[in-house]
């Protein structure tokens, strides 16, 4: 899956933007009011929330070793990035972006919770 087709998923969630904080060449897409990133985009990339705590997003390290790792700075925090151009199929990482998006709202106060959300996945 190539960051277009990333973008488009991203985007199709309810509630979700992309944003630019830091001037990089890919955005962030964010959930809610607050603008709760669930996705880092890049060229041969995506970050995603892999789990609650990283014993959970470890697994897929374990699964897929060479193309699955720990992101820096957030990743104590179950945060990931899975290479798109590797083994990890595209069902499995369509999978890992709407699992992201519904731990991020699910983390948000209930009110600035999107309509539908409950849909994904």
Request: glycine share 10%.
């Amino acid at each position: 899956m190539d960051v277009a087709g990333l973008t488009e998923l991203c985007l199709g969630f309810p509630g979700a933007w992309a944003d630019n904080p830091w001037d990089h060449e890919y955005p962030v897409v964010k959930v809610g009011e607050a603008g709760k990133i669930f996705a880092f985009l890049a060229a041969d990339s995506v970050g995603v929330k892999a789990g609650p705590n990283r014993d959970v997003a470890d697994e897929w390290l374990d699964r897929y070793p060479d193309d699955a790792t720990v992101m820096a700075y957030i990743g104590r925090s179950g945060w990931n990035t899975l290479r798109t151009d590797g083994a990890i199929p595209e069902d499995e990482l369509v999978e890992a972006v709407e699992a992201s998006y519904r731990l991020v709202v699910q983390g948000l106060a209930k009110k600035h919770r999107p309509a539908g959300w409950e849909t994904v996945g």
